[in-house]
């Protein structure tokens, strides 16, 4: 099958369209390539007369990038006609008058018609890839301007204006300076390399007053020009050394390692000098929590496994961390120990979780033995630490045998307390149910079954007597055998108190029953309380007087119940206190000797009054040379870093100030340093009250 | 019963009471201290010690702190912060090793805890003003656990100190005067020459220095 001669037309139009197209895009984005390198020249340009910041260099970047992307968009919109073809067919026609519009009628009447002869399209098929290239050629011309542009500026604004970097100070050329200035301190900038086990990127600083470095960081300073006679002095502390510059190219630099202590770098060049304060980033150690096992414990038998378990974590990060559990065995002054170390891992990662199983059968532990359990983290700090975390401990005993309470398995009588219940229970049920019949006994009958009743009551009352005597560990003889020693109840009582008082062996005064301070005494205060109900109870049922005798008797349960729901105390054994007679001692009888002088100890905070005068001395010196201003604020600061922070901070906000000329900044900020200084405000009265005087 | 002072008219021998270990392991310190503060010196001493929780703040109404024991020495967060505090404050902590070894782990657990907690400890010159301000001693007293081969069989020739500028802020003794001073002061009178001499001269030293 042959191609017909609309195919052919078309085929040339399309081709055309693709011509003009492609001129189109290849314009629309050397202009803008154009427009761009010429943004950047001009950035450059202006950078060697004013030294552009680089936050304001980072945004005329953006704005030349945005510029860029206009022209090539607003290119493509005006000549977007390029990608139709019947504009084409027209762009064509305008071009070729002697088509008369057959190339459109062609494209409009859709090949119903020949009305283009092949012979009458050999003109045109060529004149849209001339025209193509024809238009890229004058923005072409203004890319190849602007690049020579940029070729004959210098590289150092070049490179500031097209990658804004912090740092790049010390590559801009300043026409403007040229054969003024001689001082290679300015501009200068500072390279911080941290040491590898942080992790960090290096970093570089414009212009640095103050900055932060892990000890251990690679602080390089670079300059402009020659190194000859470039020197920093290095002061930490007691500490000061001397290092030279080194020619790097066509800059001087100066290599430090950034030290644990605040450093202060004194730079200087001839008559030029400047203070640069090195402040250390600590690294704190890292921190470790013991998840597992929860709380101290006591174990009965030394069997089976405990789970351990404890999360660290670290401000940079870990390099190591592990379960140390010390086994401490013996008693008295006789101890033996080892040491196991359990779940040793290696980390690289700011937190981790560490685990392990103690297995107490491996461990062959005896009763008696202690664990002492803890989780110990170490990071990677190799400069000055390494840095060594530890948690919590916890502590395990291995239960001795005997020593824990013995349970009774075989079935026990009721404890005395329950029985005085039970019994006095059924007394009281005894005088209800006497008190019930009274009206139909003669009063001998009454007497003599209330008497029964009062022999119980007095036989229940010696039992609880007894009780309270045995739990003190005396004789049950203390109580009396005869009711008719009526007298005998307070001695009883008193010998009671007496009982307890020496039981609890806790002080030599008179026992405050009342109170019940002892422990002894507010776990028997109830049952003494039950006994001098029942002494009264049985007094009225020795007289019949059943009314008067139930309301001690309900007492006397009441309180023998609280006595079976109090909370028992056990009390342990403790080493005697031992009370020195100090008069004794002295062979001084009842004189007190009179304590030696003691000479108050000077204020702590002699430093304080230290800075304070060194701050007074700078700013003296600071009206007869202003200019070294800064640097003394600067040494100061790295001398008050540790004890002073706030003072230090704000001496490096008052140097900054006045290294960038804000005089009112500098003010405040040294407004504050005086304050740091002086502590919190103390009002006094500033007039005396009023003495009387006039009248 | 554990109270604070009213009011520091008087020395309170105070032992420090902390959780991990034995810190009671010899009871009768104290009282033998007490006694020898009152036999020879006029200072106005308490008739009974009194026991200082680390994890309260009740530690820093004392002048002076005795830390001993057999066993691992854990500070938790608070025994910590408030012992620094008590040294920050010009106190003084004496610490002694009741193991008399210094592979042992009180020593090895204690010496760790008061660096993390106050700073290492350095060897105490035996020209220290500690060893004359009241008696005279050429250094650290020897101690019978030491002359009989007890525990690390060392005869410990310094104390060892944390100082705070020209001042002792802790010292410690691997020396086991626990040991040697823990008797009733009752028994001194078997003795020919008092052992607890030097406690006097470590009260004195925290009361004045």
Known sequence: MSRGPRTEITTALQRSRGWLAFGVVVRAVIWAAATGALFV?????????????????????????????????????????????????????????????????????????????????????????????????????????????????????????????????????????????????????????????????????????????????????????????????????????????????????????????????????????????????????????????????????????????????????????????????????????????????????????????????????????????????????????????????RVLRIARPGEADSVAITPAAPPDTNQSALSERMLIQLTVAL?????????????????????????????????????????????????????????????????????????????DFDGGETPVVAVNAPLLEAYNAMWDAGGALEQGDLEGALPHMRAALAAIERSRAAERVYLRGRAPDVVVDVARARLAGTEHGSSSVRTPRLPVDSARDALASRLSSILARAVVSPATLADSLLLLRVEALSDQPEFASALGDAADALRKGQGERATTALVRARRALAGPIIVRRSIAGWSGAGQ | MTRAPAAMSEFVFATAQYGSGDWDSAPLLPANIIDSVA??????????????????PLALHFPLLYLTGHLPVRFSDNERRNLSEFLRRGGLLFVDDHNHDVDGVFHKSATEELTRVAGPLHDLPNDHPLYRCFFKFDGPPTTSQELNGWGDNLVHKHLQAVMAGDRISVLYSSKDYSSEWDYHPESKRFQSVDNTRFGVNIVVYALTA
């Open chain 1, 41 to 393: 020249a001009l950035v450059a340009l202006t950078d060697l007369f004013i030294p552009i910041p680089i936050g304001a260099r980072r945004a005329l970047l953006a704005v030349d990038a945005f510029i860029a992307a206009g022209v090539f968009g607003f290119l493509m919109w005006r000549d977007r006609g390029a990608a139709e073809l019947p504009r084409v067919a027209l762009w064509i026609e305008e071009r070729v008058p002697a088509l008369r519009f057959a190339l459109v009628t062609e494209l409009e009447s859709g090949g119903a018609a020949r009305f283009v002869a092949p012979g009458a399209a050999q003109p045109w098929p060529g004149m849209a890839r001339r025209g193509a290239l024809r238009v890229v050629a004058f923005p072409v011309a203004a890319l190849i301007a602007a690049a020579v542009g940029l070729m004959v500026l210098p590289a150092g604004s070049v490179a500031r204006a097209a990658s804004p970097r912090s740092g790049d100070s010390v590559i801009r050329t300043a026409l403007a300076r040229v054969g003024v200035s001689v001082n290679r301190l300015d501009p200068l900038a500072l390279e911080i390399t941290p040491p590898a086990y942080a992790r960090r990127e290096s970093s570089r600083v414009d212009d640095p007053a103050a900055v932060r470095a892990l000890p251990g960081s690679r602080i390089t300073f670079v300059g402009r020009g020659a190194a000859s006679g470039v020197r920093a002095r290095v002061t930490a502390g007691d500490r000061s050394t001397l290092v030279q510059a080194r020619q790097a190219g066509d800059q001087w630099r100066i290599e430090l390692t950034a030290s644990a202590t605040p450093t202060a770098v004194a730079l200087s060049d001839g008559l030029h000098a400047r203070v640069v304060d090195l402040e250390p980033e600590r690294d704190a150690p890292p921190a470790v929590s013991l998840r597992a096992p929860v709380r101290d414990s006591v174990l009965a038998l030394p069997r089976g496994t405990i789970a351990l378990s404890a999360q660290a974590t670290d401000d940079i990060a870990l390099a190591e961390a592990h379960f140390e559990v010390i086994v401490s065995a013996g008693e008295g002054e006789t101890f033996t120990f080892r040491t196991l170390t359990l779940g040793a891992r290696t980390i690289n990662a700011p937190s981790a979780t560490i685990v392990a199983a103690l297995s107490l059968d491996a461990a062959k532990l005896h009763p008696g033995d202690v664990l002492h359990i803890r989780a110990i983290a170490t990071d990677g700090n190799v400069f000055s630490g390494p840095g060594v975390g530890t948690s919590d401990t």
């Open chain 1, 435 to 511: 008190k019930a019949r009274r009206a139909g006994l003669d009063r001998r009958t009454l007497l003599t079954e209330s008497h029964s009743v009062a022999t119980d009551q007095a036989r229940l009352r010696r039992t609880v007597g007894d009780l309270v005597f045995a739990r003190l560990g005396g004789e049950p003889s203390g109580e009396e055998r005869t009711p008719d020693q009526t007298d005998a109840r307070g001695d009883t009582l008193r010998d009671l108190l007496a009982r307890a008082d020496r039981a609890t062996n806790q002080s030599i005064q008179t026992l």
């Open chain 2, 39 to 56: 036999r020879y010196t006029s200072i106005a001493v308490a008739p009974t010690g009194a026991t200082a929780p680390l994890a309260t």
